[in-house]
């Protein structure tokens, strides 16, 4: 959310938990259509952190291959997303706000002026 307010105060508009291109199930976390370019904020424990991520004891087994399912996952959405000409952007949801919105911002105006 605050990364989207901060997107949103600079004067971007975007659509929000956008479906993935061919994969109804799969949604951008943040999406500006127009210029394809797709973000999403990956939370530590979810998606493995290398930074912060450490599994839990119990029932480690199901929780280490539901993690790895996922990080696989989101490799495969960049990959679909990035084959379909997105521009695919990932941030932690540890990382500093304003250098991720400025990163986007960035971004989106490339895109757009290269259009």
Not at 88 to 99: A, C, P, Q, S
Not at 100 to 111: C, D, L
Request: proline share 3%; glycine share 6%; with cysteine.
């Amino acid at each position: 959310m605050q990364l989207r307010r901060l997107l949103h105060a600079a004067g971007l508009r975007y659509r929000v938990h956008w479906p993935v291109p061919g994969v109804r199930r799969r949604r951008i976390d943040i999406a500006f259509t127009r210029t394809k370019v797709a973000v999403f904020v990956d939370g530590c424990f979810w998606h493995r952190c290398p930074e912060h991520y450490s599994g839990p004891e119990a029932n480690r087994e199901f929780w280490d291959s539901k993690i790895r399912m996922n990080a696989e996952r989101d490799a495969d959405t960049t990959s679909l997303l990035v084959d379909a000409g997105w521009l695919v952007l990932r941030f932690w949801e540890h990382d500093d706000l304003g250098r991720a919105a400025a990163s986007v911002e960035v971004a989106v105006h490339n895109r757009a002026a290269s259009s």
